[in-house]
């Protein structure tokens, strides 16, 4: 297989998962300034009601207290953990499980037990972790960037020399296969490129390796067919 052919199909795959990454930035981005604007807001509101009847102070002083307070979720969402926001239970009246249901000319009811400290605290983390939304937003729009960026930073001459080898084996290709292929190029770093493209997956069980799922080994051949028919 001729290294030229991968090499050229490599460098337009991760040219379109860059473009692709990146606008999804764009888009993650977008959104959490949506929820930033609303948690603003909802600051401000919330400031007028608590302070202005106790302190009557000009509108802009609020302005800059509800900003100072969607500042301090940003350094509240640096430090906090999401899996034990989103860990929590609840408790029924009678210990038993938990049943929501609607009875007509009544409305919604449940067996939820609303003097429970576990029911507090499950309460209690749904809020934090709705108010922290737009900082983790703004998180993974910025990691979502950093992807894309590093995208366009890859080796692609020397990538295309491990999927060539990986292509033309049509199967899982061991570490010590590969090693040969990279040169005094930095493994650690060749690997870490490889693990940020779609489509490839490493292999911990021994003899720890390397293979192409299915899907990226069709994408690769349809894209060298199509290159031959319009070349022909």
């Known amino acids: 297989m001729s290294d030229e052919r991968v090499q050229r199909w490599l460098e337009k795959k991760l040219a379109r998962e860059a473009q692709e990454t990146l606008l999804l930035a764009v888009g993650i ?3 959490a300034i949506v929820v930033l604007a609303i948690t603003f807001g909802i600051c401000y509101a919330s400031s007028l009601f608590v302070l202005l009847p106790t302190f009557h102070l ?6 800059w207290i509800a900003l100072s307070m ?27 499980p938990v049943h929501t249901f609607y009875i007509p000319h009544v409305g919604i009811v449940s067996n939820l037990n609303p003097f429970s400290a576990a ?6 983390k749904i809020i934090a972790d709705l108010v922290l939304s737009g900082p983790r937003f703004v998180s993974a729009a910025w990691q979502t ?14 990538l295309a ?31 870490r490129q490889l693990s940020e ?12 390796g ?9 994408e690769f051949f349809a894209e060298i067919k199509a290159m031959a028919d319009a070349h022909s």
């Open 29 to 31: 981005l977008a959104g």
């Open 58 to 63: 000009h509108s802009r002083y609020f302005f």
């Open 70 to 96: 969607v500042a301090l979720l940003f350094v509240a969402a640096r430090f906090s953990n999401r899996e034990e926001l989103t860990e929590y239970h609840v408790e029924s009246v009678d210990g038993g």
């Open 119 to 124: 029911n507090a605290a499950a309460f209690v």
């Open 145 to 158: 960037f950093q992807r894309s960026q590093r995208l366009k930073r890859m080796d692609v001459a020397l």
């Open 161 to 191: 020399e491990v999927f060539t080898l990986l292509l033309s084996a049509g199967r899982r290709v061991s570490l010590a296969e590969i090693l040969p292929r990279l040169g005094h190029c930095d493994p650690s770093e060749v690997f």
């Open 197 to 208: 493209i779609e489509g490839v997956v490493f292999l911990n069980s021994p003899p720890p």
């Open 210 to 218: 390397i293979s192409l799922t299915a899907d990226l080994r069709q």
